[in-house]
């Protein structure tokens, strides 16, 4: 009961830093203001975590990748995806953290220039940083590692996910018997509605 708890934990754990990072990313991060000349209003662009920065929404696709891999192995190699999953999520707090500084003056010009289909842009006034979805994103990171350790940890003593379905070493169950004897005594009667001595040896 405690390895499934632990094995239940470790795949919560995954799921819920995976599908929150990945959630996250589709956050506006920061939000660019360019002036423009009167009667105009200031451009205002809202930037989302992925266009910030691509690298957290594919670490958290690998770590969300890696669930079903915890699932679906045994032993070392359950060990060798738990640390893919540990380095994925340190990845991801590292990257997320670096989501905390604003783009640089040229990367917002870029972004505003793409916005507006190539049209000049001039000088930037602001960059405003919405630090909370990068914050949030460093914790998803931080479950993930947790999981991932925690596979490294106690991963090979967790059953496989094709366990219950595995014969047992003395045979089949007693049900597979019953209905093999099913079979064998259909298989008699038939032979003896055939007129066959099922007793008989049979010519090879």
């Known amino acids: 009961m405690r390895e499934r708890a632990g094995f239940a934990s470790a795949l919560l754990l995954q799921l819920i830093g995976a599908a929150g990072a990945l959630l996250l990313a589709t956050r506006h991060w920061q939000t660019i203001t360019t002036p423009r000349p009167r009667p105009f209003r200031d451009d205002v662009l809202s930037v989302t975590g992925r266009t910030v920065d691509a690298a957290p929404t594919a670490l958290a696709l690998v770590a969300l990748a890696g669930v079903i891999a915890v699932i679906a192995t045994r032993g070392v190699v359950r060990r060798l995806v738990g640390a893919v999953v540990a380095l994925a999520a340190a990845a991801l707090v590292w990257r997320s953290l670096a989501g905390l500084d604003a783009v640089s003056q040229s990367r917002a010009r870029s972004l505003v220039q793409s916005k507006h289909s190539g049209a000049e842009v001039g000088a930037v006034a602001r960059i405003d940083v919405h630090a909370v979805w990068a914050v949030l994103s460093v914790g ?23 366990a219950k379905y595995d014969r047992p070493a003395g045979g089949g169950t007693a049900e597979d018997e019953q209905q093999a004897r099913a079979r064998a005594d259909a298989s008699l009667w038939s032979a003896l509605d055939r007129g066959v001595d099922p007793t008989e040896p049979t010519e090879r």
């Open 140 to 162: 998803c990171g931080a479950l993930l590692l947790v999981a991932g350790l925690l596979v490294v940890w106690r991963g090979p003593r967790w059953g496989g996910m094709s």
